[in-house]
């Protein structure tokens, strides 16, 4: 079965006197179709970790493994390949194309691999109706609520069916209501997909509904 395998992960940070330490040994496996949640204040190394998970930023020691495949090994154009097609990353801010129509913005990650194929196409429109909006693939990014914008953000990071799908602060800039459904949607979407899901956050209510909860804690993961 694949598998996200972080394995004794540690990065610090060099400053003016002893290094920053922020992870230390960090490791746990998940398979395809798991959820974690990783809490943890602002500042204790949530952000960092899915990082180093995403291969955006290399440990200090330790590895990530990704169905058996170390980014780490990899060339610069093979990694940027690796993860075009195996991660897919939602932010606290959507980072959407303000000039971009919904629609162009979640085939946005297929632009480097040539001509968008109506196949491509039909997935971008499938998943956009499945985060409820159907109605708004013509529609620019300021025209739509904030809970829309992050749906669209979702649809966006599952466009190529990515393995493991990151997810950092996701509902960190939503009111409590819009929130809640923002996280349903997103798991209901992993389990759907069958993708490992790991999301930070600060927020219980998000990390009430993962299977599994994680807190970091000086560095260390231990069961929240």
């Known amino acids: 079965?694949?598998?996200?395998?972080?394995?004794?992960?540690?990065?610090?940070?060099?400053?003016?006197?002893?290094?920053?330490?922020?992870?230390?040994?960090?490791?746990?496996?998940?398979?395809?179709?798991?959820?974690?949640a990783i809490l943890g204040p602002s500042g204790s190394g949530k952000s960092t970790l899915l990082s180093i998970i995403g291969s955006l930023e290399p440990p200090t020691s330790g590895r990530i493994v990704v169905d058996g495949q170390d980014p780490a090994t990899l060339d610069e154009p093979a990694l940027a390949e690796f993860r075009n097609r195996r991660i897919g990353f939602v932010f606290q801010d959507h980072y959407?194309?303000?000039?971009?129509?919904?629609?162009?913005?979640?085939l946005v990650p297929l632009?480097?691999?040539?001509?968008?194929?109506?196949?491509?196409?039909?997935?971008?429109?499938?998943?956009?109706d499945r985060v409820g909006l159907a109605k708004r693939l013509d529609h620019r990014p300021a025209e739509l609520s904030g809970g829309e914008r992050q749906r669209a953000a979702l649809a966006r990071a599952l466009i190529r069916g990515p393995l493991v799908?990151?997810?950092?602060?996701p509902t960190g800039n939503l009111d409590r209501s819009t929130g809640e459904r923002v996280g349903r949607l997103l798991v209901e979407l992993q389990e759907q997909e069958q993708t490992i899901l790991v999301v930070a956050t600060h927020s219980p209510r998000l990390a009430a509904m993962m299977g599994r909860r994680l807190e970091l804690d000086d560095g260390r993961l231990k069961e929240a």
Do not use: W, Y
């Not at 079965?1 to 998940?30: G, W």
């Not at 194309?97 to 979640?106: A, G, I």
């Not at 194929?117 to 997935?123: F, G, I, K, N, V």
């Open 165 to 169: 799908l990151l997810a950092d602060e």
């Open 96 to 106: 959407l194309l303000p000039q971009c129509s919904v629609l162009e913005n979640v």
């Open 1 to 36: 079965m694949s598998q996200l395998q972080v394995e004794h992960v540690a990065k610090q940070f060099p400053t003016r006197t002893e290094p920053l330490i922020v992870l230390r040994e960090v490791s746990f496996t998940l398979s395809r179709g798991e959820n974690l």
């Open 111 to 128: 632009v480097a691999a040539g001509p968008i194929q109506p196949d491509a196409a039909d997935r971008a429109r499938m998943l956009l």
